[in-house]
């Protein structure tokens, strides 16, 4: 069973726009955290972004504080990820994940993972 599916990856110009959608499985994992994490050929897995429960909080990686917008719908149990004035160092594979925490940038703290989605911007 998939727990969290991905989609909206692609290949995109330097400077363009994707967004990224994360649909739970679970009715539960409305009341979890969700966040965005990539990873690069030959790179660890990198936090992106992420945002607490009920939308009120979200946090940003320094790389993509500006330029990425993640945001939930509760009742569609869906996370999203805008990506904007993408870059070629953002191409990587973007996975999202759930997890019950208040400390919502430590991947650590992620219990259920998407299988992710490719994002490659071009220059």
């Known amino acids: 069973q998939v727990l969290l599916a991905e989609s909206g990856g692609g290949l995109v110009q330097a400077g363009g726009s994707l967004r990224l959608s994360c649909a739970g499985s679970?009715?539960?994992?409305?009341?979890?955290?969700k966040g965005w994490f990539r990873q690069a050929p030959g790179k660890e897995r990198e936090f992106v972004a992420a945002?607490?429960?009920?939308?009120?909080?979200?946090v940003y990686a320094d790389s993509v504080k500006g330029r990425f917008t993640i945001s939930r719908d509760n009742a569609k149990n869906t996370v999203y990820l805008r990506l904007s004035s993408l870059k070629p160092e953002d191409s990587a594979v973007h996975y999202c994940?759930?997890?019950?925490?208040?400390?919502?940038?430590?991947?650590?703290?992620?219990?259920?993972w998407g299988q992710g989605t490719q994002v490659t911007v071009s220059s």
């Open positions: 945002i607490n429960r009920d939308g009120s909080n979200t």
């Open positions: 679970r009715r539960a994992f409305n009341t979890y955290a």
């Open positions: 994940a759930a997890g019950q925490t208040s400390t919502i940038a430590t991947m650590s703290e992620y219990n259920f």
